[in-house]
């Protein structure tokens, strides 16, 4: 190492001085810039870790907080206006059922009063528009016979359809029954 030493010192063009001048006559070097960092002549590096996270910390907020505010009141808005939408057409689907079963209800009991009236006009066998207490007797062993699964419990008794106790049950007095019992509006 000495060897290399003597040859810089021995030989002219390797000057102390010379490298202060090659430095002076050019400010843009790499070591340049270092030298003034370290004096404290540049302003690089002062502040430049609280600077990146201020910058970082404001966009953050308006980033986050202002983007995503404008975001979730758009949301809120699209759901509620979704919302809105979708209850409309509850309602209308409701309505809709609702006239679909009063619709049903009525064309059921219309049947239903159909299907007894034929029923009673059955048990009429002499066809004088009321039926005494020997028809009532001879349909209702028809009519378990047909049905063997009912019971005769089951079966309404004739005072159930003779209030008046008249000995006879006439057009009205059945249809009143199956209305007080609910099977017919």
Request: glycine share 6%; proline share 3%.
């Amino acid at each position: 190492m000495v060897l290399s030493q003597d040859y810089y010192e021995d030989n002219p063009r390797y000057d102390d001085n010379m490298d202060q001048d090659y430095y002076a006559e050019q400010p843009d070097s790499m070591y340049h810039n270092y030298l003034e960092k370290k004096d404290g002549g540049g302003e690089a590096g002062k502040g430049g870790v609280l600077k990146t996270v201020a910058i970082a910390g404001a966009s953050w907020f308006l980033g986050a907080k202002i983007h995503s505010s404008r975001a979730v009141k758009q949301a809120n808005k699209k759901s509620g206006e979704a919302t809105r939408s979708l209850y409309g057409k509850y309602l209308q689907d409701v309505s809709s059922l609702q006239a679909q079963n009063l619709e049903l209800q009525q064309y059921i009991s219309q049947m239903t009063a159909t299907q007894l009236n034929e029923e009673f006009l059955q048990a009429d066998y002499d066809n004088d528009r009321e039926v005494s207490r020997a028809e009532f007797e001879l349909y209702k062993k028809q009519y378990l016979a047909r049905h063997p699964e009912m019971s005769e419990q089951q079966f309404p008794r004739f005072e159930d359809f003779d209030p008046n106790r008249d000995g006879s049950i006439t057009m009205k007095e059945h249809t009143s029954y199956y209305q007080q019992e609910g099977h017919i509006l």
